[in-house]
Structures are given as structure tokens and as C-alpha cells.
């Protein structure tokens, strides 16, 4: 009823990138009633333009940061089990040549790396040859040798989303494109005004205020708590390229820059290789952070270094770049500064408490989320124990068959779909693959065909079920089809989109 005071929220969380998605997920699946807003879309920016891993994080071995690359790792066996259709694993190939980082040091760390990972499912490092091997089919001869190890891959942006739906589900109330335009502490509650992006206000109150902004984490707590204390922010931008496909084979590269920087080529999305990333200081946060010309030129000179053909940057079919919000520990390189993440916590004279969020990486979300809930405890009595380690995000219940057993199954169902869309589909959605399909037996049935195998069921699940509103959404976020959909069918999804979300 309009006559009833708008309801109190437990938490509300500003920002719904990784790692407030991952909190909000949480939260809820403990009974909080949580708030999640984000000025633009879920994850749409740095959680979107990653370089796309579930990773341990081996050279920051060299900067002792054990306990980070441990905790990381255990995280790659949780993720690989709840999104195993959304993380698999990756193997890289460290080509190894004189000048570079000695063997005795790389095979030191990849041997300390699998030993932090007791326990992984994944496949030990290895010393590998690679003249004359599909290893070393792309690499220049006096590259002989090197090693092999795996983390995982993924897709950053549906992992963010996954987290928003999951936590959706579980009664969070997600709010994109809805800026928290202001907030005041009023006693034991923070009342906040959002604003939408279509100009509509609204008012929200929290018994806690969680700022999960990312780059802009440090500029909201200046604006909601006063000062913003000793803790601050180093933005480092991150520049990558997607070229068409490099080379044969599903292994990846890790490259070692003559500036002691690592480059990796990983396959990505079939017919391309992606290759990032760079790391550049920026003074403020980007609303739509680009890739320089410099960068560019940068990544196809590593790559130039080890492979016979070096690309060039013209051939890039896409290009993204995100700020890494990185705890600032007083490094003096970029490289050198923790990807760990800080917590904050203001509480004024007792009153509501405000969260800040410093750091962190796509890896550690989950566990970031734990600890934040931790710290939260003494304003949530009765908090229930942490839980999201043994649930699976949506989609992700593939059972003992894994992937496998669920193109064989949808294969069964839709015996005249091809092949390939099956298998985009239950790459994206999992389990949820047959809820985009319904009852289509034939791809006529499923609508418009826009290009990359993007067809208008899919797009109408993206916008009931995903929060979808433009065509960046569905085509750089909600699927990577912009790499093969041309300009007019662009053209013809902007249409599309227009007269569905008028109707």
C-alpha cells in the first residue's frame, strides 16, 4: 500500500561489480534483506574488461604474497565447481629463452604454486618442448623449450551477473542503472536518495551502507563519510586486444616482457585470441576507459618477441579496457602493488556503519564477501554461517556429466537445433539453456537472427531474466556475439530492443 513506510534494509550496497554481487548474493542467502544498485549495468565496468581468469596468481609469488596466492587458489577449486559451465580450465606455455627469468626461478614457483594448490583438480606444471610441437607451432625457433601449467578461464562479466541473479532469487531487491545520488546517517540508519537513469528518485533506508564502487570507491566515502582517512586508491587501467585467432590449439601463453611485465594469449571465443594486459597509472576513475595507440603497439611487440608473426593493432576485431581500483600499499610500481583487498569501516559515534572496499580481484570475490560479513557481525547479531561455497550459481547444477552430459541431453531435446548454438547456449546459461530455447525445435522458431548465433529468444530471456536494456549489454556483456554481429544486424537489434521495451 502507498501509505506504508518504505522498508529498512539490512544492506545496501552501491556498486554491483564482482564484488558487490558476490556480497549482495551472499547476504541474502544468510536472510539479510539487501539493496543493490549500480549507476550503469551489472558489471559494466571493470568486472566486465578483465583479462578474463580464475587465477592463483603465480607471479605475485615474487612478491611474497603467499597467503594471497593460496587463498586465490582454493578459490579456483570453489568457482570450477559452482560455474562449471561458466570456468574451465586453461592451460598456459611459458616459452622460456635466454635473458629472460632463470628456468631454476620459474620452476621453483610453478612447483610452490601446485603445492599451495593441494588438493586441485587441475593438471601439475610440466616442462615441455616446443620446437617442433603444436606448443611451439606459433613461436620463433629459439624458443626450445619451457613450461606448462593451468589455472582457469572465464567469462568476468555473466560470473558478476550470475552473483546478481543468484542474489536476486534469494530476495535481494537489484537495481540497475540507479545511482545512490546522496546518503545520511540518521541515527542507527543511513537514509539514501537513488536516481535512476531515466530521471526517476527514490528513497531507501539501511541499517548498513556498503560502498563496493570500485574506482570510484575512494571518491564515494569522501563524499559520504567526510574525510576519507589514510586508506586510499592506485587506478591502474588495463588495455586489451582481440585479434582473429593467432594460432591452433586450446593452450594459452604467458609472456615475459623484456620490462619483466607478463602478456598473455589466450584463445577466446573460437576464432579469436585475446591478449592483455597492459598497466597504466590514471589519475581519476573513466566512466568508458579505451585502450592508447601506445598500449596497443605495446602488447603486439610482446607478442612479437616469441611468435614468428607479429600482429598488428589494426587487426583488432575488438578492444577493452577497465581501471583496476587497487588498494594503494605504497609500491612503487604498478606491478608491484597487492591485488589483496582492505576493508574499511566508519562508524560514527556509533551510528550506521559504512563499508568501503579497496581492491580485490575477480578471483577472491567470493571470499572477500565472507570476510566483509565478518566484519559486519557486530551489526548483524544472529548473522548465519557462511554458506555460498556449497551452492551452485545459476545454471551451474550440471551434475556428475558436467558440460558434456548437458549438450547431450539438450541435444536430445532439440535433436534439429545445430550444434554450435547449443553449445554458445549452455556455455552462457548452463542449465539454463533449455529456459532460452522453451519450445523451439528449429532455429526459424527461435526469432530474428542478428548474427554470431544470436537469435530473439535469447535476446528476449536477456531482457526478462538479465536485466538487459541495450545492445552493448547483450553483445559485449551478456554474450561476446558483437565480434561476429555486423553492422546491420546491430542495427536491426537497436530496432528490435526499441519496439520490445516500448511494448
Known amino acids: 500500500m502507498s501509505g506504508e513506510p518504505a522498508p529498512v534494509y539490512d544492506l545496501l550496497i552501491a556498486g554491483a561489480g564482482i564484488n558487490g554481487a558476490g556480497l549482495a548474493r551472499d547476504a541474502a542467502g544468510r536472510g539479510l534483506k539487501v539493496l543493490l544498485v549500480d549507476q550503469d549495468d551489472i558489471g559494466g565496468a571493470t568486472s566486465s574488461a578483465s583479462t578474463k581468469l580464475i587465477h592463483g596468481g603465480l607471479r605475485y609469488l615474487e612478491h611474497g604474497e603467499f597467503g594471497l596466492v593460496r587463498e586465490s587458489l582454493g578459490e579456483r577449486e570453489v568457482l570450477l565447481a559452482i560455474a562449471p559451465h561458466l570456468v574451465r580450465e586453461q592451460r598456459f606455455v611459458i616459452p622460456q629463452a635466454p635473458g629472460q627469468r632463470p628456468q631454476w626461478m620459474i620452476r621453483l614457483g610453478l612447483a610452490l604454486y601446485d603445492r599451495l594448490a593441494r588438493g586441485s583438480s587441475l593438471r601439475r ?23 606448462a601449467y593451468s589455472d582457469l578461464a572465464t567469462d568476468d562479466a555473466r560470473l558478476t551477473l550470475l552473483n546478481a541473479i543468484s542474489a ?189 572496499i579497496y581492491g580485490g580481484k575477480l578471483t577472491t570475490y567470493r571470499r572477500l564477501a565472507e570476510r566483509a560479513l565478518e566484519r559486519l557481525r557486530p551489526w548483524l547479531p544472529g548473522l548465519r554461517p557462511a554458506w555460498s561455497a556449497g551452492v551452485h550459481l545459476p545454471g551451474g547444477g550440471l551434475g556428475p556429466s558436467g558440460l558434456n552430459g548437458l549438450l547431450l541431453e539438450l541435444a536430445r531435446r532439440y535433436p ?11 556455455r552462457r546459461h548452463g542449465t ?24 530473439a529468444a535469447e535476446v528476449d530471456y536477456m531482457l526478462a531474466q538479465e536485466w538487459a536494456q541495450s ?33
Request: charged share 25%.
Open 471 to 503: 545492445a552493448d549489454d547483450i553483445l559485449w556483456r551478456r554474450s561476446k556475439c558483437g565480434l561476429k554481429v555486423d553492422t546491420a544486424g546491430r542495427e536491426r537489434l537497436m530496432h528490435y530492443l526499441s519496439v520490445a521495451l516500448t511494448a
Open 125 to 147: 606444471a610440466q616442462r615441455v618442448a616446443l620446437r617442433g610441437t603444436p606448443h611451439g607451432a606459433p613461436l620463433r625457433e629459439a624458443f626450445a623449450s619451457g613450461f
Open 416 to 426: 534439429r537445433q545445430p550444434p554450435e548454438l547449443l553449445q554458445a547456449l549452455a
Open 432 to 455: 539454463l539453456a533449455a529456459r532460452v530455447l522453451g519450445g523451439a525445435q528449429t532455429e526459424a522458431e527461435l526469432g530474428e537472427h542478428f548474427g554470431g548465433g544470436l537469435r
Open 168 to 356: 536476486a532469487q534469494l530476495g535481494a531487491r537489484v537495481l540497475p542503472r540507479t545511482r545512490l545520488a546522496g546518503a545520511r546517517r540518521q541515527g542507527q540508519a543511513w537514509r539514501a536518495t537513488l536516481l535512476a537513469q531515466d530521471g526517476a528518485e527514490q528513497e531507501a533506508a539501511a541499517r548498513i551502507l556498503v560502498n563496493a564502487a570500485g574506482p570510484w570507491a575512494a571518491e564515494l566515502r569522501r563524499t559520504l563519510a567526510g574525510e576519507g582517512g589514510k586508506d586510499a586508491l592506485r587506478l591502474v587501467k588495463g588495455s586489451h586486444l582481440v585479434l582473429p585467432r593467432l594460432y591452433a590449439g586450446e593452450h594459452a601463453y604467458l609472456l615475459q616482457g623484456r620490462d619483466g611485465r607478463v602478456v598473455f594469449v589466450i584463445p577466446f571465443e573460437e576464432d579469436f585470441s585475446l591478449v592483455g594486459t597492459t598497466e597504466v597509472t590514471v589519475e581519476a576513475p573513466q566512466a568508458e576507459p579505451r585502450i592508447e595507440a601506445a598500449e596497443a603497439e605495446y602488447l603486439c611487440a610482446v607478442v612479437g618477441e616469441f611468435f614468428a608473426r607479429a600482429p598488428r593493432p589494426q587487426q583488432a576485431a575488438w578492444s577493452f579496457a577497465g581501471i583496476r581500483a587497487l588498494y594503494d600499499d605504497g609500491s612503487r610500481s604498478d606491478s608491484a602493488v597487492s591485488r589483496e583487498y582492505h576493508l574499511a569501516v566508519d562508524d560514527e559515534r556509533g551510528e550506521a556503519p559504512l563499508l568501503t
